[in-house]
């Protein structure tokens, strides 16, 4: 079994800054794709920003120029760098793996438990 688990979320002013870390552990071959989502009270689950195992990065309107997703591959984890921050902002971040157990699996999409981001005004 795989797990994605996800470290960093909190509170925080308008302005300010947060990382979030998001480490998947258990039998894993590859990791294609990881990413970000979050999910605000009442709306649902959105893209924020995910990236390929060679680096290609694509980020929703709402956070480019503000938030930075990059991964290490070594250590199968991916972060996400948040600036800027605003009340909008507000919600549940989810961490996506697109992964195979094994070589002879096929890729499954796994997600994280979620983390609480909560920028006041």
């Known amino acids: 079994q795989a797990q994605l688990a996800e470290s960093g979320g909190g509170l925080v002013q308008a302005g300010g800054s947060l990382r979030l870390s998001c480490a998947a552990s258990g039998v894993i071959f590859s990791i294609n794709r990881m990413g970000w989502y979050r999910q605000a009270p009442g709306k649902q689950r959105e893209l924020v920003a995910s990236?390929?195992?060679?680096?290609?990065?694509n980020y929703a309107d709402s956070v480019k120029g503000r938030f930075t997703i990059s991964r290490d591959n070594t250590k199968n984890t991916v972060y996400l760098q948040m600036s800027s921050l605003k009340p909008e902002d507000t919600a549940v971040y989810y961490c996506?793996?697109?992964?195979?157990?094994?070589?002879?699996?096929?890729?499954?999409?796994?997600w994280g438990q979620g983390t609480q981001v909560t920028v006041s005004s």
């Open positions: 990236i390929t195992s060679t680096g290609s990065t």
């Open positions: 996506n793996a697109d992964l195979k157990r094994t070589y002879f699996d096929g890729s499954y999409y796994y």
